[in-house]
Nanobody, 119 residues
Framework: QVQLVESGGGLVQAGGFLKLSCAASKSIFSINAIGWYRQAPGKQRELVAAITSGGSRDYADSVKGRFTISRDSAKNTVYLQMNNLKPEDTAVYSC?????????????WGQGTQVTVSS
């Protein structure tokens, strides 16, 4: 089991920035991949950014160069720095953790946090 607690969403003007945090209940090195999905009203959920236990990072094309995912292993926390925000970044951002063991493959989710970017 992995519990995820998110923080950092809010309302910001276009061009502004926000930083999301996702605190995990266990070592992030024991989590195969951790990051964020987002879902805007009427749209499909999309992967925004993820980092693997080995440190590889992946980003949606729409956020490359603007968003950065990082981690603090001492705090078991992953961060998403979002710069130069655009109205199309408005969505509910949900932290996820993907774990793979011999017994099972599991996905865990945070409660979600709203990010609203005004034009």
């Amino acid at each position: 089991q992995v519990q995820l607690v998110e923080s950092g969403g809010g309302l910001v003007q276009a061009g502004g920035f926000l930083k999301l945090s996702c605190a995990a209940s266990k070592s992030i090195f024991s989590i195969n991949a951790i990051g964020w999905y987002r879902q805007a009203p009427g749209k499909q959920r999309e992967l925004v950014a993820a980092i693997t236990s080995g440190g590889s990072r992946d980003y949606a094309d729409s956020v490359k160069g603007r968003f950065t995912i990082s981690r603090d292993s001492a705090k078991n926390t992953v961060y998403l720095q979002m710069n130069n925000l655009k109205p199309e970044d408005t969505a509910v951002y949900s932290c996820f953790a993907h774990t793979i063991t011999i017994a099972a493959v599991n996905d865990y989710w945070g409660q979600g946090t709203q990010v609203t970017v005004s034009s």
